[in-house]
Nanobody, 114 residues
Framework: QVQLVESGGGLVQAGGSLRLSCAAT????????MGWYRQAPGKQRELVAR???????DYADSVKGRFTISRDNAKNTVALQMSDLKSEDTAVYYC????????WGQGTQVTVSS
């Protein structure tokens, strides 16, 4: 059974930081590029960052320099360190492989107050 479990979201003031974590089952994590996605109210889900099996992170322009993606292959986890958060970062954040599979976890809400 595939599982994607995101955690770490919350309410933070603009300029603050949060660290998101995702635990994935081996079948989706192993051998796949992993990504963090987000969906803001009324908007389509978008890719925020991705990381290959041995590194080589890549970021959307909107978060470059503020977010850092990392993965722990021994623990099947992927993290997203977010700093200098802005109100436009408010969204539900999800992890999934890249390209995304057609199933999603429950996500974790990030709300940035200005």
């Amino acid at each position: 059974q595939v599982q994607l479990v995101e955690s770490g979201g919350g309410l933070v003031q603009a300029g603050g930081s949060l660290r998101l974590s995702c635990a994935a089952t081996g079948s989706i994590f192993r051998f796949n590029t992993m990504g963090w996605y987000r969906q803001a109210p009324g908007k389509q889900r978008e890719l925020v960052a991705r990381i290959g099996t041995v590194g080589y992170p890549d970021y959307a322009d909107s978060v470059k320099g503020r977010f850092t993606i990392s993965r722990d292959n021994a623990k099947n986890t992927v993290a997203l360190q977010m700093s200098d958060l802005k109100s436009e970062d408010t969204a539900v954040y999800y992890c999934n492989k890249y390209p995304a599979a057609n199933y999603w976890g429950q996500g974790t809400q990030v709300t940035v107050s200005s």
